[in-house]
């Protein structure tokens, strides 16, 4: 997560906008990427109630009005995220395939498997196109004039409608974002000549 929002703001400032690195925020510390609610009260919350454990870090801050090229600026901003936790989770795959601790059942092995799936999971989940998830931003770009006053419209209350989502529909979020792991996993075996 931390790496995820580094890149938000590493993109962002070099499309002009220099408020992550003015409020500190192009760094590794992970203390300043976290979020007393969507880093640790959310969480844990989720984690007693039972439910499905997601959680965020605090989202860098990005003044749109600094950003070049406008709304295509800010789906490069957005994109950015989603992309870091893709080529973690390929990463971390390359290293578990050719050493063949992706295939061992001890303790290297469950590292990396979580690895490659807390990446791809956290990469896909954040590509849903409700405000103010990443895809939102990238939908944004392209859509007519009408959908974007909905998405819009959506800003405020946009997190609230996805909580929703997974409280309420946890098997449908996570046969879509099942499909799309395997999917993905599939590509990265393509791509290594086993599948």
Do not use: C, Q
Not at 9 to 22: F, I, R
Not at 41 to 60: D, H, Q, R, T, Y
Request: no cysteine; charged share 15%.
């Amino acid at each position: 997560m931390m790496l995820h929002e580094l890149a938000h703001g590493w993109v962002a400032y070099k499309l002009g906008d220099d408020t992550a690195k003015t409020e500190g925020r192009l760094t590794l510390n992970p203390f300043k990427h976290l979020d007393p609610v969507l880093s640790v009260a959310m969480p844990l919350l989720l984690f007693l109630s039972g439910g499905p454990i997601f959680g965020g870090a605090k989202p860098v801050p990005i003044d749109t009005r600094k950003l070049k090229h406008g709304v295509w600026g800010m789906a490069l901003v957005a994109i950015a995220g989603p992309l870091t936790n893709f080529i973690l989770a390929f990463l971390a795959f390359l290293l578990g395939h050719f050493t063949g601790w992706l295939y061992d059942p001890g303790v290297l092995g469950a590292i990396l498997t979580d690895f490659v799936f807390i990446n791809l999971g956290f990469g896909i989940f954040n590509l849903i196109p409700i405000p103010p998830l990443d895809g939102s931003r990238v939908l944004y770009a392209v859509a007519p004039d009408g959908v974007r006053n909905i998405m819009e419209g959506m800003e405020r209350w946009g997190i609230i409608l996805v909580m929703i989502l997974v409280i309420l529909v946890p098997g449908w979020l996570s046969m879509i974002m099942g499909g799309a792991m395997n999917g993905i996993l599939d590509f990265f075996y393509w791509i290594v000549g086993v599948r």
